[in-house]
């Protein structure tokens, strides 16, 4: 697919200080796109800030040892947005996964970027690049750089474009894995990057009381429709008592759909009281985002997410259907 990056490339020529930012829980695809965009921006001597609504993941830490990503807070920061003349947003295919930094940008009226991967991406925004077949924002992002300049890119931006291919193809294991894929990791492996290194510290860092949790609900998942569909809940309680943080619970959905027979996983997760997160994976068979879209969510075809004003209960009792259903219906 050809993109058109002229538009952006104009705007961002002109831009005095651009707001770079993601989807909440981010992930190493938004925060690859972040801090290989900051990068660059910084080489072209253009400013920027990153700034997300939510706290950064402690295994990207790696990527970030300047500490340059901020969290949003409303009180000592929405004056200062005004301050921002450009918006790029990553990652992002429905404005309600930005959060309450996405809430309150939007009472700005800033010129907003979005470049994304995401099927039936519906954020308004003044310019966006959505390509379904690019496995990962990364990799449209360094699409980006490589046509204002590429003589920029390093081994820093390289490691992070590295990142979001990494994980959003699950370690080059998922069906995006695809050509322009390890085409593109190929690439990125000339600036002298280590994917070895990358893996221990985003898939071999988990904390123990992580494993704690992750013991905890691999003794109690429920199996519905002969095996195929698994299930389970978190609830605010449960991370309390195994002293894990809500950040740490990333992969708990992939790691119970690489269950023998197991076509979609989904977890329930309290985030807050009345506030309960769903995750949706599935194995190919089972679309999912068709899932999370009945309720206000989205997503890809096989990993999906949607979030709930209820119990935890209320939660299971209003998805559960949907997703039996789905998998009833589900093509052979
Ligand atoms: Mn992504």
């Not at 070895?196 to 013991?215: A, T, W």
Request: proline fraction near 3%; glycine fraction near 8%; charge should be negative.
């Amino acid at each position: 697919m050809q993109h058109n990056w002229k538009p952006i490339i104009s705007q961002l020529k002109s831009a005095g200080k651009i707001l770079l930012t993601t989807h909440v829980n981010p992930d190493g695809d938004g925060i690859g796109s972040e801090i290989a965009m900051y990068h660059f921006l910084l080489k072209m001597n253009i400013g920027s800030e990153i700034i997300n609504s939510s706290a950064f993941p402690e295994e990207y830490a790696f990527l970030d040892p300047e500490k340059v990503i901020q969290q949003y807070i409303p009180e000592r920061d929405f004056q200062r947005l005004k301050e921002f003349d450009l918006i790029f947003i990553f990652d992002v295919g429905g404005i309600t996964r930005t959060g309450i930094l996405g809430d309150d940008l939007a009472k700005m009226k800033i010129p907003c970027i979005c470049i994304d991967h995401h099927p039936e991406n519906h954020i308004v925004c003044d310019y966006k690049v959505v390509d379904d077949k690019a496995p990962a924002t990364t990799c449209l992002v360094y699409e980006l750089i490589k046509e204002i300049g590429i003589e920029h890119i390093d081994k820093q931006i390289a490691e992070a474009v590295y990142v979001g291919l990494m994980t959003d193809t699950g370690s080059f294991r998922f069906e995006n894995a695809n050509k322009k894929a390890f085409r593109v990791a190929s690439e990125l492996l000339e600036y002298d990057i280590r994917p070895d290194e990358i893996f221990k510290h985003v898939y071999e860092s988990y904390s123990r009381q992580r494993m704690g949790l992750l013991g905890t609900v691999l003794q109690s998942v429920h199996y519905e429709n002969d095996g195929k569909l698994a299930w389970f809940t978190i609830s605010q309680d449960d991370l309390k008592k195994a002293g894990a943080q809500l950040d740490e619970i990333g992969g708990f959905t992939d790691f119970i759909r690489s269950i023998k027979g197991v076509e979609v996983s989904i977890m329930f997760l309290e985030v807050e009281s009345k506030k309960i997160r769903v995750n949706f994976r599935s194995k190919g068979k089972v679309v999912v985002n068709q899932i999370a879209r009945k309720f206000g969510g989205g997503g890809h075809f096989f990993a999906a997410g949607l979030t709930v004003e209820d119990t935890l209960d209320g939660a299971t009792l209003l998805v559960l259907p949907e997703a039996r259903k789905a998998i009833k219906q589900k093509k052979e």
